[in-house]
């Protein structure tokens, strides 16, 4: 894997130019079909406008989720319905990027509209773990995760509605982080549960993760969940745990947890303690819960957000136009793979009158439910500790075909989507040569403490220092 | 006003007629849209040029709520007695259309920004009290337009998007209003006010679109679509009372179902039935978030305007005119503004030093009010006119020539006809047709008398005791009962002795 000062360092030697360069030429030989679009041109243009720029990240390569709108760039959010489409606006946080000088060099792979947890459901192809490429990536930003895993490029950008950063960060052996809802800007983020999701930066170690997030942190106008205030969070990379209290929510220690991750994740927690930070048990009694409520909410607002995918004004078109509503529904039909029209279906069904109450209302009650253990639980702890995944990496086409399985794969992370509160996922360890990764999540707006107390886990362990060999 | 007494009719009569509207108001006096910045002045432009990602909704762009267009809505709520609720939240409407870029419309649903308001207008029996459902506000769509006229003729339709995303603000009122003609004058009331608000242009296309729902005798309603004037209003639902009456005569039965207005024929006819009605499957709009507007409206309730119902009122107090005049005057706002500019002008003309509120002459004001309510509006209306088209200032000086008697009330009706068929001035016009009243010029002779009758004081004024002057005008206004003008009385003495 990469880190960005030694990328800064290879700028300097060189040229900006000549590691953007070498750097899109891995991604064009890369095993793991990592990228769907390969900013070639754009890309080394922009690194030698960057030669100068004195921007935390000038002239530093970064892979951005192919649901974050690029200007120029092709953003097919991994389906087939926007194949072909170019969006004329950047998103804030590509705003942000460029104004630091970061290069992007081109779109990577996910699950169709973030839907899944494997990368599996892309029409573009499947991800491959750079770990084993027998196996899935995770997902569903399982192209930023393994790109990043595999040395392609130092930094990338993710999205998690319901762990789709942080469960490819356990699976890939990488550091991923979704923050507090409202602390970075959705605008130009393609929604699939707009009450859930936030833009995650993913990097090869804590130090990396905090600088990008530092860039693309801050408020913005333009999306009215953003909220206001700029912080410097790189202040947060401090080596100490003196005194912090550490929760351990039994619940995300659950039926069909792995043997391996459970003894890493206490490791871990222990790692912590001898550094001088205090455990505690604590209780989250309506984590059972979470799942369903979450696919309710996330599949309902997906009904209503991909509504507006119906070919007229861009994206895939047909040969023959017919009236507007046989043209729409074959549109979809077409454009659309098979687990995005499974939850716009669950979910307009959700909506429907007569159900609403049963399934939509129902799951927001619980949802607030979900939030207060939250408060309750970190009100006497500073951070909570838990696995990220209940597994390491499973293989290709394991899940796929029987969803409900794979969805149960999300227990862990979906609950912290539902409470808004931040949780960085890092490596603690590995089973069979297949990473195993931590989560600490932290109060709402403090990401500060997750970042020091991941930053403290890192400086005193080695496991960020692996890579996988990719040859 | 008068709560007391304003009689709630009885629910049904015989005949039973229920019709109830629901009236799309666009608030194009706005800056901006109402969730992104993009201009409204897009009336003269090509199609599809006032637009950005988020009134396109292209994927990944995020509504803004315009501030302004919450203010413009509590405005109109509060001025049609409605209560502003603690908070306010949007919600989506979710159905597909092609004008609509999102597959949904951003709406109101639970908490609109006004509810449970009321109107009073005139009823066939005197005054009666409409009552407003609620208010809300929502994204209006983009504007189709049909190669070839018609749906069912063309061969394509083409989509601008430039109306998309205009604020629009949706008045429901309850099933009160019992005629055609109570509609249409219910819709003239509520133009009127809004004019009165200054937050929509209600010359522009489109500004306010009308949906009607109607029912005989508690039976079935049918809801009318596509109204888009006051007139067609009335006409939509004469048609319906005679097509729901003939229905029901055969022995055949209304089912409920929506209807299109056919402008051009004067008909409506059926577009789908409740079997075939959306499940709209409205949620909340999580982009947007609850605002906290209780907070807002006493400030806004501070800046609102006198609205029409007190402005007229006030004219009958103030002014002395009677209420059939105050209710003229005040219809429109720039009808009323008019009228009161004239008053103050003729006033601050005979008595230049006294403050207006104090005092405002009463014969004049009444003339004035005679003069353009009976006299201009009757004039303008006749020429399909609005009351731009005659200057304040040729009215003042119209009124002066008729009250000082310089010319008849014949002459002065000419004098009008004149100006608004061939333009000119009030002098003018009265030079050029030599309408001028031969020897009555009162004012010159009550100078000569006023002359004649204080040799002492016309002495001081020549022994150079400027204030002398000033006895000598007020002789000359004492004559003349106030009917002369001071500065034109003051150089007609100073020229004389
Ligand atoms: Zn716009």
Redesign the interface.
Known sequence: MITVSQTLEAIKDSSAEEVVSQCIERIENSKFNTFITVAKDSAPEAARKAEGHTGPLAGVPIAIKDNISTRGIQTTCASKILGGYVPPYDAHVIERLKAAGAIIVGKVNMDEFAMGTSTESSYYGPTLNPWDPERVPGGSSGGSAATVAAGEVPLSLGSDTGGSVRCPASFCGVVGLKPTYGVISRYGLISYANSLEQIGPIASNVGDMTLLFNVIAGHDPRDSTSVAGEKDYTKALVNDVKGLTIGVPKEYFGEGIDQAVEKSVWDGVHRLEDLGASWQEVEMPHTKYALAAYYVIAMSEASSNLARFDGMRYGLRLEKDHDWHTTYSEIRAQGFGEEVKRRILLGTYALSAGYMDKYYIKALKVRTLIRQDFERALKDTDVLIAPTMPTPAFKLSEKISDPLTLYMADVNTVPINLAGVPSVSLPCGFSDGLPIGLQIMGKHFDEETVIRTAYTFEQNTDFHTKAPEVV | MREGSLKLRPYLDEVGVMIGLEIHVQLNKLNTKIFCGCPLDYHDDEPNTHTC?VC??????????NRKSVEYSIKVGLALNCTIEEHTQFY?K?Y?Y?DL????QITQYDYPIASNGYINIEGEDGEIRIRINRAHMEEDPGRLVHEGGSIERSK??L?DYNRSGVALLEIVTEPDIRSPKEARRFLDKLRNILGYLDVVDTTLEGSMRVDANISLSGGSRSEVKNISSHKGAERALLFEIVRQKNLLRRGGKVVQETRHFDEARGVTVSLRTKEEAH?Y?Y?PE????PIKVADWAPGIKATLPELPDARRERFVSLYGITDDHAKSLTSEKQVADFYEEVVIKCSNYYKPDESIDDYIQLDIAHFAAVWIADELKGQLNFRNLNIDSFKVKDMVSLIKLIHENKITEQSGKEVIRTILDDGGSPDEVVAAKGLLKAGGDIVTTAVKEVIAENPQAVEDYRSGKQEAVNFLMGQVMKKTRGRAGAKEVREMIIQRI
């Open positions: 990602p396109l909704g292209l994927p990944g762009s995020l509504p803004v709520i989506r979710n597909y092609p870029p999102k597959g949904f394509h339709t989509i499940d499957r949620f999580a982009d947007l978030g």
